[in-house]
């Protein structure tokens, strides 16, 4: 049984999708186990893109400059450098910018696989690689070229922690242990 985090990025809200996305994860069989609109303080914001952890900030880095070589993009024409550490810094920049500039819907599901079974509803970090049928390839196209030609973040839709060790780092910076319920759902019982 796994827990992971999820939030509707001011893009979902914006554009009238969160019961829409929501539903995907109900209908799947995952429950919803904490959830509330907000809008997200910047302190909160830096720890979730955490911009003073090298390999976090690397990370990024590197996974840019790959996507880059891949589409045949000059990281150098689109950002002005291709290290992975000043790649990292800006990112994390646009990204802070962009959680905070409307509300997020921020929620915590719970299930077998759920980590996994949520970054696969969500889809390619990319909308224009992401599959049809998966929330990002359905309700979005933005690309890397896009959104840094633009100076911004990749508009995506949708949060979901990478990873068991992620989500165990990020649940507790948005929701306080009282905030998260246990409860029954009805299909358990077929389901599992
Ligand atoms: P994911 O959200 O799929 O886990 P990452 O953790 O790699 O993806 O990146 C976090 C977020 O940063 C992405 O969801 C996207 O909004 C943004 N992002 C990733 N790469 C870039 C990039 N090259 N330019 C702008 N924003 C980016
Ligand atoms: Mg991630």
Redesign the pocket.
């Known amino acids: 049984m796994e827990q992971t985090l999820i939030i509707l990025k001011p893009d979902a809200v914006e554009r009238g999708l969160m019961g829409r996305i929501l539903s995907r994860f109900e209908q799947m069989g995952l429950k919803i186990v904490a959830a509330k609109l907000m809008k997200t303080p910047r302190s909160l914001a830096e720890k979730h893109y955490p911009g003073n952890r090298e390999v976090w900030l690397r990370g990024?880095g590197e996974?840019?400059l790959e996507?880059y070589k891949k589409f045949g993009e000059d990281p150098i024409k689109l950002l002005g450098t291709n290290d992975t550490h000043e790649i990292g810094m800006m990112?994390q920049k646009?990204?802070v910018d962009y959680i905070v500039s409307g509300p997020v819907l921020a929620f915590v599901v719970e299930g077998p696989h759920a980590v996994e079974l949520t970054r696969k509803i969500c889809g390619n970090?990319l909308p224009f690689l992401a599959s049809p049928g998966s929330i990002r390839g359905d309700l979005a196209y933005d690309s890397?070229y896009l959104?840094?030609s633009g100076k911004r973040?990749?508009k995506?839709l949708v949060?979901?922690s990478?990873s068991i060790e992620e989500a165990k780092y990020e649940i507790p910076l948005w929701f306080d242990s009282s905030e998260i319920f246990e409860y029954e759902r009805a299909e358990e019982k077929v389901m599992q």
């Open positions: 990024m996974k840019t996507n990112i646009w990204l970090t890397s959104a840094n973040a990749i995506n949060h979901a990478g």
